[in-house]
């Protein structure tokens, strides 16, 4: 997988190929303990979780068109049916490995199952300040927990407008998120590593000794909006 990796794809930013190693292990890990109730896994189980890893790491910095080439390198690659979606030579649109996670059940769903239903309430409700679940926020959330969950740090890449921050909102307001509390600090030309620390210190209160935590036993989610 590096040599095809290496002359086949471009990843959005520059990564080591020992950096898309360590993703992949962590995301694999995460994954593994979610389905820990199946343990021992079988080999097909292994294979399911092993390609849904490959692909939320060494193939998650792709453009859509590299994506197409590293969802039938998976499918080239992986046994009949342990891969989600086919390859490029199935038209059908939103079928490659990228729309489909496993379910509770290890079987291979599509994202658009998974979306939770947008629930409002009318007498309170602001347009402008509203979050409505899609494929891609779905997808992002979950994504970031994985991540999450083993204490990996996650960097959300896109376009401008592409709802980056949106889908990082998202996530915080769902249940994945727990109890954790949230620090929004947004990043511009004007940022100061001064600006960045008071921020930081407006979150957190002395535990004990020179231990600073946030209030009430929390742990401290820091969102960068650059």
Not at 131 to 160: A, F, Q
Request: hydrophobic residues 40%.
């Amino acid at each position: 997988i590096e040599v095809f990796v290496r002359d086949n794809v471009k990843y959005v930013i520059p990564c080591t190929f020992a950096h898309l190693v360590t993703s992949f292990l962590k995301v694999f890990a995460s994954v593994t303990n979610e389905y820990k109730k199946y343990t021992p896994f079988t080999l097909v189980e292994l294979e399911r979780m092993w390609t849904f890893a490959l692909t939320w790491s060494l193939g998650a910095l792709l453009d859509y068109e590299d994506r197409i080439k590293f969802n039938d390198f998976i499918h080239s690659q992986a046994t009949a049916g342990n891969a989600g979606g086919s390859d490029s030579k199935d038209e059908e649109a939103d079928n490659t490995v990228y729309d489909y996670l496993l379910d509770g059940e290890m079987q291979w769903t599509h994202w658009s199952e998974q979306v939770p239903d947008f629930e409002y309430q009318a007498a309170t409700f602001k347009f402008s300040s509203s979050l409505v679940p899609t494929v891609n926020s779905t997808c992002t959330s979950y994504i970031i927990y994985l991540n999450e969950r083993v204490g990996r740090p996650v960097l959300v890449t896109g376009g401008s407008g592409t709802a980056k921050t949106s889908n990082v909102l998202q996530y915080a307001a769902s249940e994945h998120f727990g109890e954790m509390a949230l620090k929004k600090v947004n990043f511009s030309f004007a940022t100061t590593a001064n600006m960045v620390q008071t921020a930081v210190e407006a979150s957190i209160v002395k535990s004990r000794g020179r231990t600073y935590a946030p209030d009430q036993g929390k742990t401290l989610t820091l969102f960068l909006d650059d």
